[in-house]
């Protein structure tokens, strides 16, 4: 016995005879397309900030600190920003404030003595125990692990103006005598921020980063301290802390400042310009890539002897552990079968056919029905076993 397959199998040949006209027309839909996701995507790239650094007055997302110096700007306040001590200069320090931005970084005793020693106003935006102690050693940090808004409870006008602002993560101690003016207290006396009067200038800490963040500044009374605070002098020179910076503020007799110029010799917009070179080159590729179109149906034109498809499906069927469908299959069989031995019309019933069955076996109508529609076998040994049951009762209805 012998069965001819037509199980599809897709040509190259066909797939070249579906390109024509469709994938002429369809190339300059794609072509248009293409260019304007392109466009979207280049103008996206472009139109996002650049600077991503927290508390960096370039830095336009919630983390930055952009909104403070375009109001300080518009109030007739110079902003700038230097990434290095070694960088920052200062020509008139009585009329600038020294901005210390993270300055939770500035861990190194010369970095500190440097700033220390800056003869002016210096707002320093988080903090450390070594620069608490460096500034006045009756102070230190503590954290806060229950952010709370507290009020200003200190006379400083800045901070009354403020009324309130959040504490939170670490905050500033006492830990003797000092004569820091300490603002913003919260819960076992951890305060937000410290004013120290020195010869040189005043000193004022705010350990909470997120008063001067964008996101924030609308919050309680984050707006009036920040911008009383940076805005006291015409000029500001905004330091942006990090990890890699080891040099000193200009000026420090005990370490000379030492840092490496990394000039950028690209010209503006290159990155732009590489991006959208990248793009083009991609959607090119896709315009002239090769493309084999629809896949097409043909008759497979092989004739396979039904007993060896049978035994291929059993295999697959093993080794896929599909206990539950070839059972479900060698049921459906029989029942086929034993229903046109008993002339049973293939629209009756699971009840009429258990009916019949039972009428021609004599078997109970309970055990019938667990043979033809009883549960599907976990494992091959059950199988067997309902294969074996299936024989048997096909067996009984041809001798009947």
């Known amino acids: 016995m012998t069965a001819t397959s037509t199980a599809p199998v897709y040509t190259v040949a066909a797939k070249r005879e579906s390109l024509g006209t469709k994938a002429s027309r369809g190339k300059w839909w794609f072509i248009g397309f293409a260019f304007v996701v392109a466009l979207v ?19 336009s997302t919630d983390t930055g600190s952009r909104a403070v110096a375009q109001i300080l700007r518009k109030e007739g306040v110079t902003v700038r920003q230097f990434d290095a001590l070694a960088r920052v200069h200062i020509p008139d320090p009585a009329t600038t ?56 409870q200190c006379e400083n006008p800045d901070a009354l103006a403020a009324e309130q602002v959040r504490v939170e993560f670490i905050g500033i101690i ?28 005043t000193r004022t800490v705010v350990s909470n980063y997120a008063i001067f963040e964008n996101y924030a500044l609308v919050n309680d009374g984050n707006a009036a301290l920040a911008l009383r605070l940076a805005g006291k002098r015409e000029n500001v020179a905004w330091y942006l802390a990090d990890w890699f910076d080891d040099t000193v503020l200009s000026g420090d007799p005990g370490e000379p400042p030492t840092f490496e110029a990394n000039p950028d010799f690209l010209p503006p917009g290159f990155g732009t310009a590489l991006y959208a070179l990248g793009l083009t080159a991609l959607v090119a590729a896709f315009w002239r890539g090769r493309r084999f179109g629809p896949l097409a149906v043909e008759p497979l034109p092989v004739v396979v002897p039904a007993k060896e498809a049978t035994r291929g499906r059993a295999r697959l069927y ?29 629209s009756t019933d699971r009840e009429g056919m258990v ?25 091959e040994a059950q199988m067997i076993e309902i294969v074996d049951q299936l024989d048997m009762l096909e067996r009984e209805v041809h001798r009947s």
């Open 97 to 152: 404030t020294l901005v210390v931005a993270g300055a939770d970084y500035l861990e190194s005793e010369a970095q500190i003595r440097s700033v220390l020693g800056y003869e002016g106003d210096i707002l320093f935006i988080g903090t450390n125990s070594t620069l608490m102690a460096a500034i006045d050693p009756a102070l230190d940090t503590s954290a806060s692990f229950l952010p709370e808004t507290v009020e200003a």
């Open 41 to 59: 995507v280049i103008i996206a790239v472009t139109a996002r900030p650049t600077d991503y650094r927290e508390l960096s007055i370039d830095n």
């Open 174 to 201: 006492s830990t003797g005598a000092t004569s820091a003016e300490l603002c913003f207290g919260g819960r076992s006396d951890v305060f937000g921020m410290a004013v120290v009067e020195t010869p040189k200038g």
């Open 355 to 379: 009916s019949a069955v039972e009428r021609a076996t004599g078997r109970p109508s309970t055990e019938i029905a667990r043979f033809l529609y009883g549960p599907a076998p976990t494992d």
């Open 318 to 346: 093993r080794r896929a552990r599909a206990y539950g469908r070839a059972t479900a299959a060698l049921r459906a069989s029989t029942a086929r079968r034993i229903g046109l031995r008993l002339g049973v019309p293939r």
